[in-house]
């Protein structure tokens, strides 16, 4: 059985910093596209960022500059650094990767990882 498991949300002030990570366990052959999505209260989910098995990253207009998304493959795990924090970052953070396990080949979703912006 294949889990995500994201870590690092809390509170933080406006201007803030905090690193999420997303470990992957389970019987995994191999880890393409990884990838971190939001949702805010009364919002649709939204992708933040993406990354590729080849490190190519691709960023949300309202993060660029002030997020960085990055893996670890050796170690199927992925991070979002998040600098500059402003109080609409506050949401629910997921990871989603797309994974080919010993039973399918699919995306998987973490549970989130609730982080607030706040003074």
């Known amino acids: 059985q294949v889990l995500l498991v994201e870590s690092g949300g809390g509170l933080v002030q406006p201007g803030g910093s905090l690193r999420l990570s997303c470990v992957a366990s389970?019987?995994?052959?191999?880890?393409?596209?990884m990838g971190w999505y939001r949702q805010a209260p009364g919002k649709e989910r939204e992708l933040v960022a993406t990354?590729?098995?080849?490190?190519?990253?691709n960023y949300a207009d309202s993060v660029k500059g002030r997020f960085t998304i990055s893996r670890d493959s050796a170690e199927n795990t992925e991070y979002l650094q998040m600098n500059s924090l402003k109080p609409e970052d506050t949401a629910v953070y997921y990871c989603?990767?797309?994974?080919?396990?010993?039973?399918?080949?699919?995306?998987?979703w973490g549970r989130g990882t609730q982080v607030t912006v706040s003074s």
């Open positions: 989603g990767a797309r994974i080919v396990s010993s039973s399918d080949n699919r995306v998987y």
């Open positions: 389970g019987i995994i052959f191999s880890i393409t596209n």
């Open positions: 990354i590729t098995d080849s490190g190519s990253a």
